[in-house]
């Protein structure tokens, strides 16, 4: 899932490839939390890549944290992540 504040310049794109978001600002799970966990293997498995790969600007304790993060506008925050069912209103 990717999720983006409001006015994000991706929002106007119909596709989105994992190469184009390498240099976006990326919030994330602390490591060893069960998402994180979770999207590192997928991300290995599914596209032979890690985080390694873009741009980190904060690992946060959890999806509240990031949800806020997003919310507030951080900066262009760019989120990939397994969220609960809640949705994030920006």
Known sequence: MLVVPKGHHLLSKKNINLKSLQDEPFLLRERGSG???????????????????????????????????????????????????NRIET
Do not use: C, P, Y
């Open 35 to 85: 998402t994180r966990r979770i999207l590192e293997e997928k991300l290995a498995k599914q596209h032979g890549i890690n985080f390694s790969h873009f741009n980190i600007i904060a690992e946060l304790g959890s999806s509240t944290a990031i949800k806020e993060g997003i919310r507030k506008k951080s900066g262009n925050l760019v989120l990939i992540v397994m969220v609960d069912s």
